[in-house]
């Protein structure tokens, strides 16, 4: 299979939740110390350890851009999901992200937003989801938005950690997906990925982030 990101040959494994959030919940996973993975098709899955191939995607992407191509995004990402354990977000409650990002709002929430387009991009390779993923590989490639990609910030009350399932809806008219959202659980909190198609309007988009909004707060508009 070849990288969906740049075409060359798909040799890595993307983790679906960054190995660095999972030793942060669990600690030290092993086969004595397993922890279990649950699915709308699965319950109570052993995962014997982190770097098992269950908590990751099939090889979806090149060396190069697993890496070197993406590891700024990566580390964008791990710097809010440690800022977001140590202040757990509350329902009504303003993530102020200067506080997060001193200074470079900007381009490190664009970097935590192309981490979620490779993560979007992996989950719509994996299940041959009727998304393009043409612009998310430039947007990525290109250190650009994606236009139709949107984050929301939700409270996370169980302190689950993981990914759900994509749901997505499709245009009948067309026959494509109109509008997709998953959700992204770290502990105390839950990014709400979404796609949406122009003229698409709802309710999770209410509060939803982009970065060409230029904001720099984010609104825990719902409990996950």
Not at 6 to 18: F, I
Not at 99 to 128: E, N, T
Not at 194 to 200: D, F, H, L, R, T
């Amino acid at each position: 299979m070849d990288c969906w990101i740049c075409g060359d040959k798909a040799e890595t494994r993307e983790h679906r939740v960054k190995a660095s959030d999972l030793r942060k919940r669990f600690g030290h996973v092993n086969q004595n110390s397993p922890i279990y993975l649950h699915s709308n098709a699965e319950r109570n899955v052993n995962v014997p350890g982190i770097k098992s191939d269950k908590l990751t995607y099939t090889a979806l992407l090149c060396a190069r851009c697993n890496n070197e191509l993406t590891q700024a995004h990566d580390r964008a990402w791990s710097v809010m999901s440690d800022y977001l354990d140590a202040h757990p977000p509350q329902v009504g409650s303003v993530i102020d992200l200067e506080q997060v990002f001193p200074g470079r709002v900007g381009p490190s929430m664009l970097a935590v937003h192309l981490y979620f387009a490779k993560a979007f991009g992996c989950m719509i390779a994996q299940g041959r989801v009727p998304i393009d993923l043409r612009p998310f590989a430039h947007a990525i490639r290109g250190e650009q938005p994606h236009d139709r990609l949107f984050l929301a910030l939700w409270a996370n009350p169980t302190n689950d950690v993981g990914q759900s399932d994509l749901e997505a809806a499709h245009d009948k008219l067309f026959g494509r997906v109109a509008f997709a959202t998953w959700f992204h659980f770290t502990g105390s909190a839950a990014i709400n990925v979404m796609y949406a198609e122009p003229g698409e309007c709802r309710e999770g988009l209410l509060h939803a982030w982009h970065p060409r909004s230029g904001e720099t707060h984010l609104v825990v508009a719902n409990a996950a």
